[in-house]
């Protein structure tokens, strides 16, 4: 069974750090890109980093750029999260994205976790 599980959500106060982590299992996220989202009420889903499935290059939000960081370990099937100086406008739930591209024939794939909530509160 093909599955992404988030955790190390919670409650923490303006200028705090929490690391998320998402475990995959039922696949190999060595061949995929790893990604984590997050949505906001009424606000669009937002892509907050990407790590390439090397894990050589990776990509930031403007928002989050400087305080974010992506990870991943192939080895262990995880990818993290770290977010340092986390402020009331990083409150949302956060996914984690596995994808790969489709090339010609080979079927591509895209998977989603179930969510972590994040709450940035006084």
């Known amino acids: 069974q093909v599955q992404l599980v988030e955790s190390g959500g919670g409650l923490v106060q303006p200028g705090g750090s929490l690391r998320l982590s998402c475990a995959a299992s039922g696949f190999t996220i060595s061949s995929y890109s790893m990604s984590w989202y997050r949505r906001a009420p009424g606000k669009e889903r937002e892509l907050v980093a990407r790590?390439?499935?090397?894990?050589?290059?990776?990509n930031y939000a403007d928002s989050v750029k400087g305080r974010f960081t992506i990870s991943r370990d192939n080895a262990k099937n995880t990818v993290y999260l770290k977010m340092n100086s986390l402020n009331p406008e990083d409150t949302a739930v956060y996914y984690c994205n596995a994808n790969r591209p489709s090339y010609g024939l080979v079927a591509g794939y895209d998977y989603w976790g179930q969510g972590t909530q994040v709450t940035v509160s006084s």
């Open positions: 790590i390439t499935n090397t894990g050589g290059s990776t």
